[in-house]
């Protein structure tokens, strides 16, 4: 207690106390009224735009149900809903099987290899879903694609082995790059898991895999449930591998066909409204079941207050075939990806690998983005959002959490929910929605960087919540009551004593925020102008003009910068005190 008097200031003398209680209501006030317009505002425009908008525009504005009855009478939207449900569906619980497998091996086998593996588990994180996708399209494509015109040429034929252009390869594609997220999920639900009942069912005599269907996946089965529905609700929401893979050959789910509703001529606003709450309805009912089994798995809890060691059981001979495993999954997700970009980048136009294009190399493409005249507006506008973004977010999170946790303020429960509803927004239906109201609502944003940075803060503001969360439930009452009785103000009290608290979880939401935001296009992709590119979006345009070695070259260089980035800020972290999950 008295450490906490030391490091408050002693207020000025005759500052009278309404002046603090001010202050505090203010900072509140605004925080609160912040979070609403940020909730509330996307969802209330997009549902008025979807009954509103006429079918031309040569009508006024009116209500209308022409929206849902074109896009809900087809045969097509019934494809369209299908499709979409596939795709979800497949890859969620491709990615799950794919990292469950690895985080189980990586937690509770002897494989070699695996301390090694699960430190390089957050390359994947940092390759941007943009280039994740483009890779395998060299790597995957019936016409270009290495890995096609490898096995013809072994086998002396003209079979397509692989076709990335279908709904399986779709599924390939984007449950490879989710399933590093499934990883690390899985891999701290096994890790918190008291493993004294495989241990005694592996005294029992148990096999290895009796052992891991039997206990282990039963014990884990919340996690496994809540892991499914966050792959879930990411892929009904992807962007990047339905329009590069499926929109070629005609496979559209929801948000492909929001994109091109938006840009055809004329731009169908209203449909793209109507299908973009269909979409919305599907990602709440999915974090809804996500929500209500974290506040009901209490029956499946296995850790005590008794400390535990678990050890690794023991595969035999079979620990060097699960290694290898590792190492084909490392190539398949980071390797051969960042690889075939590498060579792309080095062509003066694309080739497959061969001692012929090995005389072509060149350093042309990189020179061209070195070049590229808005690359510096674009690199300077990505670190202007994603900086000011993770900043914003973690000190309104932070006051929003204080009042969740520390407060009795009625409604602080509506508070929560509200900040929280934007993460059943998928980037594109957040980008669409925010683009309606400030086109009706003109303000002086729409073109410019701000609205670019209202809806960063919009759809990253559930992640800073979670994490300022975590760690405002770990500060006690106490200190603020200490601080109190020293005379210190709220606003003191709040900078001096619960900031400085929160710095640890602070830091890993801000650093992950700042990812995350750097690397954005969905929402992106409506809403930037020619003067507020960001260089998702300048990747994003190489490839509709067809330019394939400069995009390879600006994601070789985009991802090494990600990269170095992350170490820099993991560093950063560590120095002060952010302890790695």
């Not at 606003?491 to 400085?500: E, G, V």
């Not at 690397?519 to 067809?546: A, F, H, K, M």
Request: glycine share 6%; with cysteine; hydrophobic share 55%.
């Amino acid at each position: 207690m008295e450490a906490v008097g030391q490091i408050i200031a002693a207020p000025p003398a005759g500052r009278k106390r309404w002046q603090n209680i001010e202050l505090k209501w203010l900072i509140i006030g605004v925080s609160v009224l912040v979070v609403a317009y940020l909730a509330l505002m996307p969802l209330g425009f997009l549902l008025w735009q979807s009954f509103f908008t006429p079918q031309t525009f040569a009508k006024a504005a009116q209500f209308t149900y022409d929206n849902y009855i074109t896009a809900y009478t087809s045969v097509e939207t019934l494809k369209l809903f299908m499709n979409s449900v596939t795709f979800a569906i497949g890859t969620s619980l491709f990615a799950f099987f794919v990292g469950t497998a690895l985080a189980w091996m990586n937690e509770r086998t002897n494989t070699p290899l695996k301390s090694l593996f699960f430190a390089l588990s957050i390359i994947p994180l940092i390759i941007p879903g943009i280039l994740f996708t483009v890779a395998w399209i060299l790597l995957g494509s019936s016409k270009i694609g290495i890995i096609n015109l490898m096995l013809q040429h072994w086998f002396n034929t003209d079979y397509v082995f692989v076709n990335i252009y279908s709904m399986w390869g779709m599924i390939w594609v984007d449950g490879l790059h989710y399933s590093s997220m499934a990883f690390l999920i899985m891999t701290a639900a096994f890790r918190s898991m008291d493993p004294s009942l495989e241990e005694s069912a592996m005294m029992s005599g148990a096999s290895v895999p009796q052992i891991a269907w039997h206990i282990t996946l039963k014990l884990t089965w919340p996690a496994i449930f809540a892991t499914i529905l966050i792959l879930f609700v990411r892929s009904i929401e992807s962007f990047e591998v339905p329009a590069l893979l499926g929109l070629p050959v005609g496979i559209q789910v929801f948000t492909s066909s929001i994109y091109e509703a938006i840009h055809q001529y004329p731009s169908q606003i209203g449909l793209a409204s109507s299908y973009a709450v269909t979409l919305l309805l599907i990602t709440t009912v999915g974090i809804y079941f996500q929500s209500r089994l974290s506040s009901q798995g209490s029956k499946y809890s296995t850790v005590t207050g008794k400390g535990f060691r678990p050890r690794a059981m023991d595969l035999g001979k079979w620990k060097y075939l699960t290694a290898s495993i590792f190492v084909l999954y490392f190539a398949l997700i980071v390797v051969l990806p960042f690889l075939v970009l590498l060579w792309s980048s080095l062509q003066k136009f694309y080739s497959v690998p061969s001692m012929q294009a090995l005389h072509n190399l060149s350093f042309d493409a990189y020179k061209f983005i070195w070049n590229y005249p808005t690359l510096i507006s674009a690199v300077s506008n990505s670190l202007w959002l994603a900086v000011g973004t993770a900043t914003l977010v973690m000190l309104l999170t932070s006051v929003i959490c204080w009042i969740v946790v520390k407060t009795k303020l009625p409604g602080r429960w509506l508070l929560d929910n509200l900040a929280s509803l934007p993460m059943v927004f998928p980037g594109l239906v957040l980008g669409l929605a925010i683009m309606i109201f400030y086109l009706n609502v003109n303000i002086g944003v729409y073109g410019t960087m701000w609205i670019m940075f209202i809806a960063y803060v919009t759809r990253f503001m559930p992640y800073g919540l979670r994490y300022n969360t975590t760690s405002m439930l770990q500060i006690h009452k106490e200190l603020e009551e200490s601080a109190a009785m020293s005379g210190a103000s709220w606003s003191t009290t709040f900078w001096r004593i619960i900031l400085p608290l929160l710095k640890p979880g602070m830091l890993a939401g801000w650093i992950y925020i700042l990812i995350v935001s750097i690397r954005e296009l969905s929402t992106s992709i409506l809403l930037y102008s020619p003067d507020t590119e960001v260089v998702s979006v300048q990747i994003w345009e190489l490839w509709e003009n067809g330019q394939y070695v400069e995009l390879s070259a600006l994601g070789v260089m985009f991802i090494i910068a990600l990269f170095i980035l992350v170490m820099l800020a993991q560093l950063i972290g560590k120095q002060f005190g952010v302890k790695e999950d």
